[in-house]
């Protein structure tokens, strides 16, 4: 498409959007009495104005009913998280008995390294992606040495080629190539959270699987920002935080896989609790730990129902529009915005900055990282000031997502008006 840097042109591209009315279906911060233009859906997504009632409902509940809404309520707290398995499965490319949600990101990667790291003689080593996201890097550094390993030995880095700014997909496969019988496992994040580069799943998980490794992707930046098909690239287990593109509020649970093919396996280790026990039996209070058969079977304790009600309001939300339409829409919105950087940028000197996410569609997701050459924090404290809302990260980049579902083209054009006076006015 012929995309043009005008408000008229913004505006006949949301006129043909079919996700056009999901922005009513938020809140947004206000500035200047007028909705701010929000790039960190990355970060925390907004509020669906549906979330309120999925919340109140179990307040009021709790009032009402106290301890019987555990079986009684209209969606009885005993057996909630089930409620999510048939909408993430669709947004994770899963079969319901696949996906599950509790706790946090971190908290349910570790309990799936206990299944899933399972170092054996000269097969421990793990191969992650250069600068990880900081909680990352910490889980793999804690776990192996849980484990009695030196952090620097056992975990391997792909690094980025000098003076590149993404990391090559061939780099990755020579390296699980290289290390051959020493790798126990990959994990890498599916999107990486800085550049925004998406990786090639299926392939690297299949690499995984033929140098003999487990494969296991955190999906903090993926999970309802890029098509995933879990079940069918034969991923061996996955975890996703829910607060980001799926809008669940803050800290709010986190949504996890294991592929089928563990389901049944006893040898895997799992640190147990009763809600992953045998639901039938789960309240005979029995003395031996007998696992729900599914992804279901790793859950440990009594759910956090009020942080799955958000959840559940924007799982539902994301399964009803579908991933397709998503998608769709975020390609285009995210093609504008790199066509509003470019010509801001040829209007302007063209020093100013430099988008480092690839430009391949196929390689990123609905973010674009930026890096400013010139003004540095000046500049993203002026957008923030006139209603901008993006989010900095050191040493100078700016990240931004056009989420396909609140933000519109003319957010687009309006932010480049905004971006252009705030170089001009420095
Ligand atoms: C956001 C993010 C996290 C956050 O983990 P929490 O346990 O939810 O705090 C972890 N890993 C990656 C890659 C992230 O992007």
Same mark, same amino acid.
């Given at each position: 498409?012929?995309?043009?840097?005008?408000?008229?042109?913004?505006?006949?591209?949301?006129?043909?959007?079919?996700?056009?009315?999901?922005?009513?279906?938020?809140? /947004?911060?206000?500035?200047?009495?007028?909705?701010?233009?929000? =790039?960190?859906?990355?970060?925390?997504?907004?509020?669906?104005?549906?979330?309120?009632?999925?919340?109140?409902?179990?307040?009021?509940?709790?009032?009402?009913?106290?301890?019987?809404?555990?079986?009684?309520?209209?969606?009885?707290?005993?057996?909630?998280?089930?409620?999510?398995?048939?909408?993430?499965?669709?947004?994770?490319?899963?079969?319901?008995?696949?996906?599950?949600?509790?706790?946090?990101?971190?908290?349910?990667?570790?309990?799936? *390294?206990?299944?899933?790291?399972?170092?054996?003689?000269?097969?421990?080593?793990?191969?992650?992606?250069?600068?990880?996201?900081?909680?990352?890097?910490?889980?793999?550094?804690?776990?192996?040495?849980?484990?009695?390993?030196?952090?620097?030995?056992?975990?391997?880095?792909?690094?980025?080629?000098?003076?590149?700014?993404?990391?090559?997909?061939?780099?990755?496969?020579?390296?699980?190539?290289?290390?051959?019988?020493?790798?126990?496992?990959?994990?890498?994040?599916?999107?990486?959270?800085?550049?925004?580069?998406? =990786?090639?799943?299926?392939?690297?998980?299949?690499?995984?699987?033929?140098?003999? &490794?487990?494969?296991?992707?955190?999906?903090?930046?993926?999970?309802?920002?890029?098509?995933?098909?879990?079940?069918?690239?034969?991923?061996? /287990?996955?975890?996703?935080?829910?607060?980001?593109?799926?809008?669940?509020?803050?800290?709010?649970?986190? #949504?996890?896989?294991?592929?089928?093919?563990?389901?049944?396996?006893?040898?895997?280790?799992?640190?147990?609790?009763?809600?992953?026990?045998?639901?039938?039996?789960? *309240?005979?209070?029995?003395?031996? =730990?007998?696992?729900?058969?599914? &992804?279901?079977?790793?859950?440990?304790?009594?759910?956090?129902?009020?942080?799955?009600?958000?959840?559940?309001?924007?799982?539902?939300? *994301?399964?009803?529009?579908?991933?397709?339409?998503?998608?769709?829409?975020?390609?285009?919105?995210?093609?504008?915005?790199?066509?509003?950087?470019?010509? +801001?940028?040829?209007?302007?000197?063209?020093?100013? /900055?430099?988008?480092?996410?690839?430009?391949?569609?196929?390689?990123?997701?609905?973010?674009?990282?930026?890096?400013?050459?010139?003004?540095?924090?000046?500049?993203?404290?002026?957008?923030?000031?006139?209603?901008? +809302?993006?989010?900095?990260?050191?040493?100078?980049? +700016?990240?931004?997502?056009?989420?396909?579902?609140?933000?519109?083209?003319?957010?687009?054009?309006? =932010?480049?008006?905004?971006?252009?006076? #705030?170089?001009?006015?420095?």
């Amino acid at each position: 498409m012929n995309f043009q840097n005008n408000l008229e042109f913004a505006k006949s591209l949301d006129a043909q959007d079919e996700l056009q009315h999901y922005k009513n279906e938020f809140h /947004f911060p206000q500035h200047n009495n007028k909705n701010v233009i929000y =790039f960190t859906g990355n970060s925390l997504g907004l509020q669906p104005k549906s979330t309120k009632k999925y919340v109140d409902d179990v307040m009021n509940d709790w009032a009402n009913m106290a301890v019987e809404g555990h079986f009684y309520s209209e969606k009885p707290w005993w057996d909630y998280h089930e409620r999510f398995c048939e909408p993430l499965s669709k947004i994770v490319g899963a079969k319901p008995s696949e996906v599950g949600v509790m706790n946090t990101l971190t908290v349910n990667l570790h309990l799936l *390294f206990v299944s899933f790291y399972q170092p054996k003689g000269i097969r421990y080593k793990i191969l992650c992606e250069e600068k990880a996201f900081p909680s990352d890097q910490y889980l793999l550094q804690s776990q192996v040495k849980f484990h009695g390993y030196d952090p620097s030995d056992a975990i391997v880095e792909i690094k980025r080629r000098e003076g590149e700014l993404t990391t090559r997909p061939e780099d990755i496969l020579a390296k699980i190539e290289e290390l051959g019988d020493e790798l126990a496992l990959v994990f890498i994040g599916g999107v990486n959270y800085y550049t925004g580069q998406v =990786f090639d799943m299926k392939t690297i998980t299949a690499a995984g699987h033929k140098a003999g &490794a487990i494969v296991g992707w955190d999906l903090a930046h993926a999970a309802g920002n890029i098509e995933l098909n879990l079940h069918d690239w034969q991923v061996d /287990f996955a975890a996703w935080c829910s607060y980001k593109y799926m809008n669940s509020g803050p800290g709010n649970a986190s #949504g996890y896989f294991v592929h089928e093919k563990h389901h049944t396996n006893k040898d895997l280790n799992r640190f147990a609790g009763w809600y992953g026990h045998n639901k039938e039996r789960r *309240f005979l209070m029995e003395p031996n =730990f007998d696992a729900v058969e599914g &992804a279901n079977g790793w859950q440990v304790s009594n759910l956090p129902v009020l942080s799955l009600a958000p959840y559940l309001a924007s799982a539902e939300m *994301f399964a009803k529009v579908g991933m397709e339409k998503l998608i769709k829409k975020r390609n285009l919105i995210t093609a504008y915005l790199e066509f509003i950087l470019h010509e +801001i940028d040829k209007e302007i000197d063209g020093t100013e /900055f430099e988008v480092i996410t690839p430009s391949n569609q196929n390689e990123r997701g609905c973010q674009l990282s930026v890096y400013l050459h010139g003004q540095g924090k000046e500049l993203f404290t002026y957008l923030m000031q006139n209603g901008v +809302i993006t989010d900095w990260r050191e040493p100078n980049v +700016i990240r931004l997502a056009p989420v396909p579902l609140y933000t519109s083209f003319e957010d687009m054009y309006n =932010f480049g008006q905004i971006l252009k006076q #705030g170089i001009l006015n420095k």
